[in-house]
């Protein structure tokens, strides 16, 4: 892969692993695969489906919630609905790590 080439469109459900975080790109890592360290605060989760991506959070009881369905505009991009909405770009998706920047 050449630095011009599109990162890999991710697939399935991937949770933050913000102790890996650099900056400002939040990393995450496969939910059924990944050992997560324990944490008291929760972890959002993005699950890449056909075309969209829903995240998810912890919501009072902290159990996770859905929070915003974001669909594809572009290889690696994915956007709200509206003006307001978040932008996440996929910056990185080998098969263990996934990293994305917000915009």
């Known amino acids: 892969m ?3 080439d599109p990162p890999a469109e991710p697939a399935g459900s991937w949770t ?3 102790e890996e975080d650099i900056g400002d790109v939040e990393v995450y890592r496969p939910t059924a695969t990944y050992a997560f360290p324990p944490s008291r605060r ?3 989760r993005l699950t890449f489906t056909a075309g969209e991506v829903i995240e998810s959070a912890p919501g009072p009881d902290d159990r996770l919630e859905p929070r915003a369905t974001l ?3 572009g290889s ?3 956007g709200g ?3 307001d909405d978040a932008w996440l770009d996929v910056v990185e ?3 263990e790590i996934l990293k994305i920047r917000r915009t």
């Open 2 to 4: 050449s630095d011009t």
């Open 16 to 18: 933050h692993s913000f």
């Open 42 to 44: 929760g972890r959002r």
């Open 71 to 73: 669909t594809a505009v």
């Open 76 to 78: 690696g991009r994915f």
């Open 81 to 83: 609905s509206t003006h």
């Open 93 to 95: 998706a080998p098969s």
